[in-house]
Nanobody, 129 residues
Framework: QVQLVESGGGLVQPGGSLRLSCAASEFTLDYYVIGWFRQAPGKEREGVSCISSGDGSTYYADSVKGRFTISRDNAKNTVYLQMNSLKPEDTAVYYC??????????????????????WGQGTQVTVSS
């Protein structure tokens, strides 16, 4: 399994921004499909955004489209989730996850929790005034 470490969570006011980071020390992340997921209290874990290996195709959930951006920095072996215009409903624990690419699945189809085998420990994001 790939060991992943998230960072960058915190408390932010509505309309603010945060950048989450997902880093790996022993594996080259650009080989893997990387996903960001979140889980709010009492709710199921949901896919927020995923980025493919190779061509870097991306997927965003409708609830974050236009506000969040996923990106890779291969030199730093890190994947980022830039979150702008944050809303209280974005409050959740955010997890990054990694999985080897599956040629028969688009990045959108793959962006569900059961598709991923390696997970980070999560980072709390709280959007509140």
């Amino acid at each position: 399994q790939v060991q992943l470490v998230e960072s960058g969570g915190g408390l932010v006011q509505p309309g603010g921004s945060l950048r989450l980071s997902c880093a790996a020390s022993e594996f080259t992340l650009d080989y893997y499909v990387i996903g960001w997921f979140r889980q709010a209290p009492g709710k199921e874990r949901e896919g927020v955004s995923c980025i493919s290996s190779g061509d870097g195709s991306t997927y965003y959930a409708d609830s974050v489209k236009g506000r969040f951006t996923i990106s890779r920095d291969n030199a730093k072996n890190t994947v980022y989730l830039q979150m702008n215009s944050l809303k209280p409903e974005d409050t959740a624990v955010y997890y990054c996850a990694a999985e080897a690419p599956l040629s028969w699945l688009s990045v959108q189809a793959m962006c569900v929790p059961p598709s991923f085998g390696s997970w980070g420990q999560g980072t709390q994001v709280t959007v509140s005034s």
